[in-house]
């Protein structure tokens, strides 16, 4: 444990501050989730909480994709005061396990019997070394394909089976003065089109060595080429407009009519939901077209940590509420994704969250099941952030794939 | 004769339409943000996403204004800014209160008891002014968690006070160090004491500087962010950090009308005291800040 | 006849240094403790946490070969040259208007005044907007039949730049022209009406006689508008969030995003010190000649 960790440990276990708080049963959390479909997923959460005696108490901090909220926990622990609990993405609950600022779940997931309930895949986001450190609640899938069914109908296209039947799709389209890919210039939509195409066009055996490994070669060789050549295809179908595009305006571009496609996470389907329009009839969902399936996903968990006995009692009812099957069916089908927990049953879900539910168990199975680089369940946040900075750089700019892909390594290798 | 008396008026009615033009020319420029701003907010939902922002709302509605104030999301919590508001008035009126007497009596000393070394101790003073706060987060959290105030208002009132003294300084200082040395010479001999001469000569004597540091200190405490995001938790949150979450929604329809109805609605305390203060901004600024 | 220091005199000696006390401390640990705190990480291998190790000057090395902080540090100075100058020339031409005895200078003063009061981001969000091809002002001109017109700076990494700029200067022009205006109300009338006399045109008047009295208002100015640009960092999270691409990345926004988002602490500490030592490189000198002409001239 390093000095920093013994030093803010000391000064949370010295004051009291947090003790009176624990005193009248609160759970305190930081989150990012802002929006009313997002709270609405967690108030399922806190009423259950609630139902176990305990009171919620939010610290939501939004913007930057969690950023704000990652910053505002940094200094929470600096000053030693940390939450209750905190909505972990990618590899911060790791790193915070391993300075020991977070409990041990060992014995919570000895008693329920979760380690059977999750996918193989997620364990590294929510175990480090030995011990369990966070609950999963849900899980997202990042390479989604979203359509316009009257579009596709009407210039009778199919599900592409491959990038390159998506690109003719799309070239098709704008032949006839359609909008083909409805995007923005933000890095993280470009990031997740990019690696949806590393991914579909090379499987997952490759993603993991370029993406995760960083393995040199692999990060400069003609399939990585490959790859920034298709983005700049995709490029060349996209729309003038697409500065600044918030992703949600994107959606409904497709919804609308005014785009044929978007590539989005499946959080995009609220948005065709609360129009009215249903899945297969108005528009269309299907993953990201690849020739050996694969299964790209983010995971929100949540994790707990080490203050005072007071604060125990909560944090563990807090947990079991998340890892609850009723508590994960209801806070998913609220918020579009589907349940961590892979023994839940699919009833009551919506026929895309069908097939997403499907596509897991077939990738579990074949073992094609990735963590997705934009969200951070891949490369470590300073990698990513290369990533994200030259293929952001590439979309926007004529810059050729050759440099692109020197960009890239040179950035790796910097920031090792 | 007469021709020259004609095109003497010419070009003077030349001249002041030209002045009045640019004049009204930057008004629309600078007034243009606070019109969007406004319009959007009084727009309903359906009509910005049918229309651009910049045009006339069809019809009025106060509902985003409503929402702003009193039902808006913040999390889970669903009280509005109103909370929030208030968060920030108990957080920014101590702290303007205690930098800018800190930095009159700063000021005083600086200038009127001047001993060996002052020029350097401000300095010093000065120099945090420049300071890139995202610098000091990590290592000021960790100093207001030894004093116990970690996410609390007044923990934050602690920071903007440290992080203000830097320009209240700088004013009075500026200010004091044109009022001349001899009257507080003369007041000594009469038998004066320090604080006796600070409180009887010099604050009255400080009306205007003393405006222009509250206005400037109430301005950068109320508008801040940074701080309030780090060193705050929960309730104690000011009203940014809430703004900040109402405008941050990525799921769903971008509320705009609401968005920009709690901008506003954040921005009336500082707003109100430009536009009421702001005649005796510029005229404590006339009375010596100006002077380098 | 010198009569020894009495214990009320020397206690009196010591007041002034008392008072000042808890500022220095106060000023000592939030300012200079935290910059040496910073100056150790940047000599560290930290990364989402501090460490405490020393690994000399590779976190420097690291940060100047990233390309993003290249282009941080040149939009840095396209950014305060243009913001300085643009807004300097607005807010003296706007002081200069001001001054002429015109009718409704109250209003029109809250006018230009007022942008400082907003937060940055409610300027951000609002001129995101505006200068957005597709919902701001280039559609509106489109509406209002000029088809041809188009202003789409904010979506081009070469000019994303100065759409900073744009909104940095709207919001801070008001402030330099406050600052103008009491400068020139403090000019002597007399002076003015000797230059008219000797048959001086106005324009010439301004330029060789009013605008070079006006230094300290300039030195003044200079120093507050630097202290906003490298403030900038909430404007420009809230205009562009340093893209397209990095286009419009900045030193703050960079150490920022590489403590908190990529967890490259040593990094993101390397940066805050050349920040500073461009800072300390700037208002020291600044600093120093002001004071030495004080000690002078008092």
Known sequence: MSTFTKVLMATAIAFPMAQIAQAEGKVEGIHHWVSESEVGALKVLTDSLATKGFIWEDSAVGGLSGANATQALRTRLAAGNPPDTMQLLGYEGVEWANEGALRSLNDLYAKNGWEAAIAPAIQPFVKAGDDYFAAPINMHRQNWVWANKAIFDKYGIAEPKNWDEMIAAGKKLKENGVTAFALSDENWQILEVFEAILTDQNGTDFYKKAVIDLDETALSGPEMIKAFDTLREVRGLVDDGFTGRDWAVASGMVASGQAAMQIMGDWAKGEFLAKGMKPGVDFLCFPTPAATPNYKFVIDAFGVFKKDDAAVAGQDAWIETVMDPESQKKFNMIKGSIPARIDVPVDGFDDCAKRSFADRDAAVNAGTMVGGLTEGFAAKPQFAGVFSDVVGQFFVSDMSSQDAVTALVDGINNAR | MATDLRSARRSQQLGRLFIYGSLVALAAFYLMPLWVMIVTSLKSLDEIYAGSFIGLPKAVTFEAWSKAWGTACIGTKCAGLKPYFINSLLMVIPAVILSSGIGAINGYVLTKWRFKGSNVVFGMLLFGCFLPFQAVLLPMAQVLGKLGLSGSIPGLVLVHTVYGIAFTTLFFRNYFITIPDELTKAAQIDGAGFFRIFFSIMLPAALPIIVVSCIWQFTQIWNDFLFGVSFTAGDSTPVTVALNNIVNVTMGRKQYNVDMAAAMIAAIPTLVVYVVAGRYFVRGLTAGAVKG | ??????????????????????????????????????????????????????????????????????????????????????????????????????????????????????????????????????????????????????????????????????????????????????????????????????????????????????????????????????????????????????????????????????????????????????????IIPYLYSELKEDRNGH
């Not at chain 3, 280039?138 to 979506?155: L, P, R």
């Not at chain 3, 202290?227 to 419009?248: C, E, M, Q, R």
């Not at chain 3, 150490?255 to 040593?266: D, H, I, P």
């Not at chain 3, 805050?272 to 461009?278: E, F, Q, R, S, V």
């Open chain 3, 1 to 282: 006849m010198r009569r020894s220091p009495s214990f009320k005199d020397r206690a009196a000696a010591w007041l002034p240094v008392l008072v000042l006390s808890p500022s220095i401390l106060a000023v000592f640990v939030g300012v200079y403790l935290f910059i040496c705190w910073t100056a150790v990480i940047s000599f560290s291998s930290s990364q989402m946490l501090p460490r405490y190790d020393f690994v000399g000057f590779a976190q420097y090395v690291r940060l100047w070969s990233t390309p993003r902080w290249i282009i941080a540090v040149e939009n840095l100075f396209i950014f305060t040259a243009l913001f300085l100058i643009v807004t300097i020339a607005i807010g003296l031409v706007m002081a200069i208007l001001l001054d002429q005895k015109v009718r409704a200078e109250g209003a029109l003063r809250a006018i230009y005044l007022y942008p400082m009061a907003l937060s940055f981001i409610v300027t951000g969000t609002a001129w995101k907007w505006i200068l957005n091809p597709t919902l701001g002002i280039q559609k509106v001109v489109n509406d209002w039949g000029w088809q041809s017109f188009v202003f789409d700076w904010i979506t081009r990494p070469e000019v994303a730049i100065y759409c900073v700029v744009i909104a940095a200067v709207w919001q801070s022009t008001g402030f330099a022209m406050a600052i103008f205006l009491a400068g020139l109300r403090g000019i002597d009338n007399s002076i003015i009406k000797a230059a008219q006399i000797e048959g001086a045109g106005l324009p010439r008047i301004y330029l060789s006689i009013i605008v070079p009295m006006l230094r300290p208002a300039f030195l003044s100015v200079i120093v507050l508008l630097s202290y906003i640009s490298i403030k900038s960092f909430d404007l420009v999270l809230a205009l562009t969030n340093g893209g397209p691409g990095s286009a419009t990345e900045m030193p703050s926004t960079f150490m920022f995003s590489a403590t908190f988002r990529r967890n490259q602490m040593g990094v993101g500490a390397a940066s805050a010190m050349m920040m500073l030592m461009t800072v300390a490189a700037i």
